[in-house]
């Protein structure tokens, strides 16, 4: 080989090392980040993005600005609009939830799942049955027969609106024992706070609510648990409540929260993105907010994460169709 043979070799050799660190390194922002909220400012969602956001820059997981915009509108509409504004862009990152499949299910969203990339579940929160701890009904195979027997006699209490997640959550065991859901007394509250009020004031009898809000009342004695919608028998003051699927029905629910970006962006920006929200849900703070608020915080990666949504959109299109709320 001449001098000229061995330069060109040794230039090709130096650019594939430089090539090989560059890779290694990944990719890391080098501007300002936005993470969209699809909601108003004070809420679930608000104050979950706003938690992410205060943990990665407190954590020192990003080492650029971000700023938390509230997008709100539409049924969330207006946010993944926006998002879809920027392809290919990492600088936008939006807060996503069950209403991402739901709304698109009933029409009211163009835009689902499959118009951005996936990058991580952070947390799932279960909806739990409960009733007045002086009720007759002492467990959920006893709601689902007085169901059967007379759907008109329990009214039912919503943690969120009529076509919600908690309407959907008491369809899917309902759709499972194959009772008529069209006589069903539902009573729609702007909150499980407020459901699990009026059940204790004997104005409703069931409440379909938030696993959170409900802890506190069967803990005092005041409510009794049922069954939950979570896919394993939960700790603390559920460890006696059976799921649904223990008791033979469907019935999981998972009312999760994740993150998405704009379609197309590069595997080194998911793999950035999703090892930050990975740490930020290893972190110590986080485990103790979601040990609070009875959150499973088992994180599912941008992969795992489009495989759950595939098939969560498959079951709640069933539920929904069966309740009447697919389009």
Not at 118 to 138: C, M, N, Q, Y
Not at 201 to 225: I, M, P
Not at 263 to 290: C, H, M, N
């Amino acid at each position: 080989m001449n001098r000229g043979h061995l330069l060109v070799a040794a230039v090709s050799v130096s650019a594939a090392m430089l090539s090989c660190g560059a890779l290694a390194q990944g990719w890391n922002p080098e501007r300002n980040v936005e993470l969209i909220v699809p909601a108003t400012a004070g809420g679930s969602l608000d104050t979950f993005g706003r938690t992410v956001q205060r943990l990665w820059d407190e954590l020192k997981l990003v080492p650029v600005s971000s700023t938390v915009a509230n997008r709100s509108g539409g049924a969330h509409a207006v946010a993944y609009n926006f998002l879809n504004q920027h392809p290919g862009d990492p600088y936008y990152l939006s807060i996503t939830s069950a209403t991402i499949l739901t709304n698109h299910i009933n029409g009211r969203l163009k835009l689902t799942y499959t118009d951005f990339t996936t990058l991580g579940v952070l947390l799932t929160e279960s909806i739990a049955f409960a009733v007045r701890a002086d009720s007759p009904i002492k467990t959920g195979k006893d709601l689902l027969e007085a169901f059967r027997k007379d759907p008109g006699s329990i009214s039912v209490a919503l943690g969120s609106a009529a076509g919600g997640t908690h309407h959907i959550a008491t369809g899917l065991p309902l759709q499972s024992a194959g009772i008529d859901m069209s006589k069903i007394k539902l009573v729609s509250f702007n909150s499980s706070g407020e459901a699990v009020t009026a059940v204790l004031g004997g104005h409703v009898d069931l409440a379909v609510a938030g696993t959170v809000n409900v802890a506190a009342q069967v803990e005092a004695g005041k409510l009794r648990a049922l069954s939950t919608t979570s896919p394993r028998r939960m700790g603390g003051v559920y460890a006696q409540t059976p799921t649904w699927p223990e008791l033979g029905y469907k019935g999981v629910f998972e009312n999760w929260r994740g993150m998405i970006g704009a379609k197309g962006i590069t595997p080194e920006q998911v793999a950035y993105w999703e090892g930050v929200l990975r740490r930020v849900v290893q972190s110590d703070e986080f485990k103790k907010i979601a040990e609070k608020n009875q959150w499973d915080s088992s994180f599912r990666g941008s992969a795992d994460m489009r495989k759950f949504l595939e098939a969560q959109y498959s079951e709640l299109k069933g539920v929904m169709t069966f309740l009447g709320l697919a389009k």
